[in-house]
């Protein structure tokens, strides 16, 4: 169906309007809400003990949660690709559990299987907490962002193929060379794409961690918690929206660096580094 000019002009009017009443105005009345008191006010705000530490938490978790995703991811996404054995599609279809379970649900899960009551109960006799502590806010995190590095390294993996890491190892090249050599500078676009993901879903994570966490400022909140904090339990109003304005700043620049990458990615052509022979 070929659309006329006043025809396409009036969708793009729809989906801009449909996309300020979702999106725009309700980030303008934050951010007027926010820096309306002025900068100073906004600058108090988020440098309070338990903002820094909110910050801080989510920082930590960020740094912890994407190395592993990344070494589990690549992997992952390496057997799904060259592998072939019973299971696979089963597997396949676990890696996109995340997007299909809500993350109450995942919550809950983790409560059963690492509470005090659950699978792994008998850890808190040992000195080691996991539920309503860090470890397990991070476990959460592990499990919602965990499908971001797979879904973006693995067709990436399709497309390059076999042929250059063949013969590499034709060559003599061992496993760790070729795959450091040839397949990581192959997947590297695809790879970082699914980091900055990864960065951002482990951000702005709420209804996992809120369940496995105490919620307790300094010790287990991070800035998503802080906010929601701020609003329901404080009422303070206003820090919860120079919170939410904070948290809002650095999904931005994760944002723009996905754009970004987005943009060169297509751009980018595989010319990996032929490995040498060490024989």
């Given amino acids: 169906m070929i659309l006329t000019t006043p025809a396409k002009l ?10 300020a009443v979702l ?34 938490l989510s920082l930590l978790i960020v740094a912890i ?10 992997v992952t996404a390496l057997v799904l690709v060259r592998g072939r054995f019973p299971g696979r599609r089963l597997l396949s279809g676990v890696v996109d559990l995340p997007f299909a379970v809500s993350p109450i649900v995942v919550g809950v899960a983790l409560i059963m299987l690492w509470g005090s009551q659950g699978w792994f109960g008998g850890l808190e006799t040992l000195g080691i907490r996991v539920i309503f502590s860090v470890p397990g806010m991070v476990i959460a995190t592990i499990f919602v962002t965990l499908p971001f590095v797979v879904r973006e390294v693995e067709p990436v ?22 795959f450091s050599r040839i397949t990581l500078p192959a997947i590297r676009w695809g790879l970082t794409y699914g980091i900055v993901l990864t960065v951002a879903r482990a951000l702005g994570e709420f209804g996992a961690v809120i369940m496995v966490s105490s ?7 991070t800035l998503t918690l802080l906010v929601h904090s701020r609003y329901i339990d404080d009422h303070n109003t206003y820090g919860a929206y120079a919170a939410a304005t904070l948290l809002m700043m650095i999904a931005i620049v994760t944002l723009l660096l996905m754009t970004l990458l987005d943009r060169k990615r297509p751009a980018a052509h595989f010319a990996p580094t032929p490995a040498r022979s060490h024989s």
């Fill in 215 to 221: 919620g307790f400022p300094g010790v287990s909140q």
């Fill in 157 to 178: 993996l399709r497309e390059i193929g076999t042929e250059q890491e063949q013969a590499a190892t034709t060559l003599g090249a061992s496993g760790w060379q070729t």
């Fill in 23 to 56: 999106l725009a105005f309700p980030i303008l009345t934050i951010l007027w809400r926010t820096f309306a008191p002025g900068l100073d006010v906004f600058w108090a705000s988020i440098r309070t003990p338990a903002a820094i530490s909110a910050l801080n």
């Fill in 65 to 74: 949660v994407v190395p592993l995703n990344v070494v589990f991811g690549v």
């Fill in 10 to 19: 009036a969708l793009r009017v729809v989906a801009l309007v449909y996309l």
